[in-house]
């Protein structure tokens, strides 16, 4: 086998609201000595290979991908030095939470409040409204803020740009890494706004955990956490 070096993750985590959710992602291993490794997940349901074409990235089935109960386990044989190989893998949330906001418009003002109910640290999380893409900044577990923008911006539908969603930190000192796993999530996600309350926010968890030959990597991971709210701030709360 192979010695590990390091992984990078970018993923989705996609709540419901209801504490369910799913979450799609993808694990990226760097082999800085060539060899073989395998990548092991006692929680994937689903893993595909990821392929890099020149139009984008693809996923197919591989018969080095192995789904035995809930753990996968793939190999990646003969790996060049300093390769890199990626795995896209998925997985069902249960008693997970969710994002718990209540929003009314009040004169002029859209106002209310905005919960992480999630087990999740959340970062650069923004609210998209109507036009509106409301800043909430970072939300531990159990906190909330208080939201007051203008109630004329929260219609129509934003023309979401992946920019606009990437964390603040991988815009102003251009960590490269970040950088790109934040637009992958949001690339696989494919972004589209029904004009509805919707809550982004980045996570530094480990939403999809891995071994790599055994043994845990070091680990450079960023998933996307993603919740529709409701349909309007008039009607009230929203989870």
Do not use: C
């Not at 990235?57 to 890199?84: C, E, L, N, Y």
């Not at 999740?120 to 970072?138: E, N, P, Q, S």
């Not at 109630?151 to 992946?162: H, I, N, R, T, Y």
């Amino acid at each position: 086998m192979g010695r590990a070096g390091d992984d990078a993750r970018a993923g989705v985590v996609a709540l419901r609201g209801d504490g369910t959710g799913d979450v799609a992602g993808g694990i990226g291993l760097f082999a800085p000595h060539g060899g073989t490794y395998r990548v092991e997940s006692a929680e994937a349901e689903a893993a595909w290979i990821l392929e890099v074409h020149h139009d984008g990235v693809a996923g197919k089935a591989d018969p080095q991908v192995r789904i035995t109960g809930a753990k996968a386990s793939v190999t990646f044989p003969d790996v060049s030095f300093r390769g890199f190989r990626q795995l896209y893998a998925s997985r069902t949330l249960t008693d997970v939470g969710s994002i718990a906001a209540n929003l009314r418009v009040e004169g002029e003002q859209l106002t209310g409040t905005v919960t992480n109910k999630t087990p999740f640290a959340m970062r650069d999380a923004r609210l998209v409204y109507g036009r509106a893409v409301i800043a909430l900044g970072d939300l531990e577990p159990g906190e909330a803020v208080a939201v007051i923008h203008p109630a004329a911006e929260a219609s129509g539908s934003a023309d979401l740009v992946p920019e606009a969603l990437v964390p603040e930190k991988a815009r102003s000192d251009l960590r490269r890494r970040e950088w790109n796993l934040a637009v992958s999530a949001l690339e696989w996600w494919r972004l589209k706004s029904s004009g509805g309350p919707t809550v982004f926010a980045w996570t530094e968890e480990d939403v999809l955990v891995a071994t790599v030959d055994g043994a845990r990597p070091r680990t450079y991971r960023l998933a996307l956490v993603i919740q529709p709210l409701g349909a309007s701030a008039e009607k009230g709360e929203r989870e």
